[in-house]
Nanobody
Framework: QLQLVESGGGLVQPGGSLRLSCVASASSLDLYSIGWFRQAPGKEREWVSC????????AYGDIENYRFTISRDDTKNTAYLRIDPLRVEDTAVYFC???????????????????WGRGAQVTVSS
């Protein structure tokens, strides 16, 4: 079972930026598509972004997507999500997820990802 651990969250002021990391336990992260989701208090888990196994395909949800950048470094078994600038409404727990196949057409679908991290809290407040 692939283990995923998110980090890089915290308290940030509006207009600031941060980069979330998702470290995988496997040394073959290149076999996995990666998705990022978030869940705000009292709301459903929402898809944010995904990246293909090769890194050549990326997609973003309809959430001012120009503010989000997904990337991956398979030499470090790590995927990233950068958010810049941050808004108060970005406050949520951010989860990374992995699927052992290409999920480009369905990368926004939670059920496509059998592996999930526990999440990282991002709080945007002044």
């Amino acid at each position: 079972q692939l283990q995923l651990v998110e980090s890089g969250g915290g308290l940030v002021q509006p207009g600031g930026s941060l980069r979330l990391s998702c470290v995988a336990s496997a040394s073959s992260l290149d076999l996995y598509s990666i998705g990022w989701f978030r869940q705000a208090p009292g709301k459903e888990r929402e898809w944010v972004s995904c990246i293909s196994r090769s890194g050549t395909f990326t997609a973003y949800g309809d959430i001012e997507n120009y503010r989000f950048t997904i990337s991956r470094d398979d030499t470090k078994n790590t995927a990233y999500l950068r958010i810049d600038p941050l808004r108060v409404e970005d406050t949520a727990v951010y989860f990374c997820a992995a699927a052992p196949r290409e999920v480009t057409d369905f990368c926004s679908v939670r059920d496509e990802y059998p592996n999930w991290g526990r999440g990282a809290q991002v709080t945007v407040s002044s």
